[in-house]
């Protein structure tokens, strides 16, 4: 059996959660049953579990012996990429897209971003109810003609085009800051009532720590619940 079988089973069970087959809250099925269906040892479907427990996909109180149950992917301890990535359903609306060449227009507290930047301004749909705007400012990483050529096709992901470019989002960094709304936010969420929302900042990094996105996202906060895990030291 090859070394790499349990990454292909890990795929297998991952597809199955995102695209709700196995439902959030879900029991999953037990490594006996995992190894009858894939027909392999053991220790394969352990290593699939394991990396699937790590990912976020499912929760285990920590025995083999104790039946384990799908997570809600609206909470995730790990990125699985833009919005669209992490929320299947959801749709994006482009509002404003231009390659900006004046550094005053820019965010002032990011010395990596220089002109030129490809500024990406999208609102994000799911349900039916607008749940987030985003203002992305992508630095020249890439060449900015053909990536924003790219990111009007309907179907775009920005961070999946970024990999078509040689340019591997590595970490992201977020600050969450909760708030009332402003009078821009509530128009563009179209908001009926002044709904608290989230402000987040967000920097997305290659593995060398270069900069391959500043972003800033207002999330409607009643749509979202964020889960986060990090080690202590």
């Not at 499912?58 to 995730?76: E, K, P, W």
């Not at 301004?121 to 020249?140: G, H, L």
Request: some cysteine.
């Amino acid at each position: 059996m090859a070394k790499s079988k349990w990454k292909e089973i890990y795929q297998v069970l991952k597809q199955r959660i995102v695209t709700g087959e196995y439902q959030a809250g879900q029991e999953f099925p037990t490594n006996f049953e995992l190894m009858k269906e894939f027909e392999v040892h053991a220790a394969t479907i352990q290593n699939s579990v394991n990396a699937l427990i790590r990912d976020g996909y499912i929760a285990s109180a920590g025995s083999t012996n104790i039946r384990r149950t799908v997570c809600d992917l609206n909470t995730f301890p790990v990125r699985r990429g833009g919005f669209r990535d992490e929320h299947s359903k959801g749709t994006k609306e482009v509002l404003q897209m231009e390659i900006i060449q004046d550094a005053s227009l820019l965010p002032e507290n990011e010395s990596q971003l220089k002109p030129p930047v490809l500024y990406y301004y999208t609102r994000q749909w799911k349900d039916d109810q607008v749940v987030a705007i985003s203002e992305s400012f992508i630095p020249q990483c890439i060449p900015l003609d053909k990536l924003k050529e790219e990111l009007q096709a309907p179907e775009a992901r920005l961070y999946e085009t970024m990999k078509s470019f040689g340019q591997k989002p590595n970490v992201c960094v977020e600050t969450l800051v909760a708030a009332t709304p402003t009078s821009d936010e509530q128009e563009k969420l179209q908001l009926d009532e002044p709904t608290p929302v989230v402000r987040i900042t967000r920097k997305v990094y290659d593995h060398k720590n270069k900069l391959l996105e500043y972003c800033k996202l207002t999330d409607r906060a009643d749509c979202y619940q964020y889960t986060y895990r990090v080690p202590f030291e």
